[in-house]
């Protein structure tokens, strides 16, 4: 019998307003690529590297009187997005490595220029110098409304900067992810208002699908 492999390495992303479940949704990934044998990693953003860990933190623990420039955040995700590309995205995709990322750039897109409103030239500007060419080959995204992702926000506890924003904040960041994965064609999009099982045999059936279409065949060694 031959061997599945894979001719290069993959990225791929899970996308989602927060409560939508991507984290567990990096879980059930990660299970689906050990079981085809795919030598992989499971990172977040921000974070990801010590440094980037600390930024994390400063975005979504910083509670001051200080008025906060939602461009310095901005500015913070992508040094932290930067310490992850440089240290570890770049070089797991050149030894063969897939990399599975709770969140990416989509996220800067549709948080801080739809949640936010900062303009998206600036973002397009951080684009090109940071992320250049480490772009995903797959975004997966959890559509999720946001009373429901509110709901699950408020359920798991204390609320953090982010989250602490009004559901109209959440509703321009999903319409904004609606527009762009809309635009994007190596996107997939999950109903994830259902029950987690409903929503986790979804990504698994797409994600097979998706996999059908990247692998050759062949014998490995
Ligand atoms: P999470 O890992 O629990 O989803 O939290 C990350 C938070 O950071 C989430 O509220 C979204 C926010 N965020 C941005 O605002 N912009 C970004 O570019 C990224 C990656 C995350």
New binding site residues.
Partial sequence: MKNIIYNKSKFIILEGL?GSG??HACQLIKKILEKYKIPHIVI????GTPLAEKI?NL??NFYTYEIINQKT?LLL?YAS?MQLIQNIIAPALKNNIWVIS????L??FA??GG?FKIKKELIIFLKKIIVKSYLPDLTIYLDIIPKYALHRMIKRGKL?T??NNNINFFQRTRNTYLHLISKNKNSLTINANLKIDIVHQDIKNKLKKWLRTCKIYGTRG
């Fill in positions: 927060d991507k984290t977040r953003e921000p974070g994390r975005i979504k955040i995700v997005r709770d969140r990416y750039e996220s800067s948080y801080q949640g953090d982010i989250e």
